[in-house]
């Protein structure tokens, strides 16, 4: 029996994640099977299947791609500033994301947790880690005197969280509106809020 190299196998793991969620944004999480994305990442589904047990699985890891990456940005922002104006560069670099097209799966994937609970447990499981991210910083900002010290910190992160979903629609609903001066106004209302 060969010996598996773990950083090969971490590497191809992850290229196939980057394969199936550009199959998921083209064709939705209905709409694409494993065969698609073997297809597309040019192997068999035996092969595939050393790496994930299902489809499920492997939308269960890409969420969790997405998760780390927007901790480890916001996180980023955080270390480098206060806590309103990281907030702002984190929603500033989701517009930027929808303006290049890259929520499709997104929102594909809240209509899939109506259906499927595998999904929305996978989707409860990143809101929370967001969730947490947010409190955090909201606590932190209170300790520093820059955060309003009467706000509650759940209800305000879950605020905060609607806002940021929001943001990533902004060029959905019109594409020949001037997205910045929305987001520069939502970040107005959310300073009002949060002070």
């Known amino acids: 029996m060969r010996n598996r190299d773990p950083e090969k196998h971490s590497m191809k793991k992850e290229a196939l994640l980057m394969v199936a969620m550009e199959c998921f944004s083209a064709r939705g999480f209905q709409g694409t099977s494993i065969s698609h994305i073997c297809a597309r990442a040019k192997i068999s589904p035996g092969h595939l299947y050393h790496y994930f047990a299902s489809k499920e699985e492997i939308l269960g890891d890409i969420i969790n791609l997405v998760l780390e990456h927007a901790v480890a940005t916001f996180t980023a922002a955080l270390d480098t500033s206060d806590v309103i104006s990281a907030i702002k560069a984190y929603t500033q670099a989701i517009f930027q994301r929808s303006l290049d097209g890259g929520y499709p799966l997104y929102f594909d994937l809240f209509a ?79 300073i009002g809020y949060l002070k």
């Open 112 to 190: 899939e947790a109506s259906r499927n609970q595998q999904v929305a447990a996978l989707l409860d499981k990143q809101s929370k880690g967001m969730h947490d991210l947010l409190s955090a910083a909201l606590e932190k900002g209170q300790q520093t005197g820059e955060i309003n010290p009467a706000l509650n910190i759940p209800v305000a992160a879950a605020a905060m969280l609607s806002l940021i979903d929001a943001s990533k629609m902004i060029h959905m609903r019109n594409h020949a509106q001037d997205g910045s001066a929305i987001v520069d106004a939502l970040h107005q209302m959310v």
